[in-house]
């Protein structure tokens, strides 16, 4: 955990904009261990599953902001590992070369995507509306938004299976981000390959570090995506920490050949 001297502090920029309560959350689903075996002969096949994982560093150290955070690092070194444990081809970008235009680039063969950045819900001025989003490294301070509404684009209603959003408010009520990997916004217990985890509010690194550090750790032992949320949720925080998640509990996150949902989306469709 972060000593309180290197406490992140929110950027004037990142304004809570909801701060509504969320009722009946949670659903009653069972802890259930998906334990998956790969043998040796599906390995190859499983290296054509590509992955992105970025993180954030500029704008957690200075000149960006007076203090220097070491966890966007480490968290990203912790997706990285996980995503390969799960069988994927993973990339990862932070400073310069984690920027909009790559991001843009990447995501429509990406079956599995990882950020660690800020994230809100930003003003579009060319739609004249708001959107979910988070914004890119760059190398500088100077750090454009890639909106949901550009991932949505991109991928032009190609569905993501593992999506891991380690930002403030890209879990909220009525964000908009799930929406853009193909993922509805609801929760079955099995039937499809795919998974959404954000965070809701406002969201401390040293937390979300302690969070995904089980989470990834639950994968990474064969254990499925939802039980990895609930360890995860089951962690001691410094600062309160609200996680959500979309998608299907028992599914084991391994890379592979996605499989839809389409009662799920019809039901979730926003």
């Known amino acids: ?14 304004v809570i904009v909801d701060r509504c309560v969320r009722l009946s959350r949670f659903i009653a689903l069972p802890l259930l261990a998906a334990v998956v075996l790969l043998g040796a002969a599906v390995q190859p096949a499983l290296a054509a599953y590509q992955a992105s994982a970025d993180s954030n560093v500029s704008a957690f150290r200075g000149p960006c902001v007076g203090f220097v955070d ?3 690092a480490r968290m990203l070194s912790l997706a990285v590992s996980g995503l ?11 400073g310069a070369s984690f920027n909009r235009g790559a991001v843009l680039a990447r995501t429509v063969n ?19 509306r708001r959107f979910n989003g988070f914004r890119e490294d760059s190398g500088d301070c100077n750090q454009a938004v890639v909106f949901s509404a550009d991932i949505a684009k991109a991928r032009a209603g190609r ?7 380690s930002t403030c408010h890209n879990a909220d009520p009525a964000t908009t981000l799930p929406a853009a990997f193909g993922i509805a916004r609801t929760k079955s217990q099995s039937g499809a390959s795919h998974f959404y985890l ?13 969070f995904e550090t089980a989470f990834w750790a639950a994968l990474e032992r064969g254990q499925g995506v939802g039980v990895a949320f609930d360890l995860g ?6 600062h309160p920490l609200d996680a959500d998640w979309w998608g299907t509990y028992d599914w084991s ?9 389409p009662r799920c989306l019809v039901a979730g469709a926003q």
């Open 1 to 14: 955990m972060l000593r309180p001297e290197f406490r992140p502090e929110i950027p004037p920029e990142e």
């Open 70 to 72: 070491t966890h966007p």
């Open 84 to 94: 390969r444990s799960l069988g994927y081809t993973v990339s990862s970008f932070s």
């Open 110 to 128: 990406d079956y599995s995507f990882y950020v660690h950045s800020h994230g809100d819900e930003y003003w579009d001025a060319t739609a004249q």
């Open 159 to 165: 569905f993501t299976d593992l999506v891991v959003i």
């Open 198 to 210: 954000g965070y809701l509010g406002t969201a401390y690194d040293n937390d979300e570090q302690v």
């Open 233 to 238: 949720q089951a962690q001691n925080f410094s």
């Open 253 to 261: 996150g391994h890379a592979g050949p996605a499989t839809f949902c």
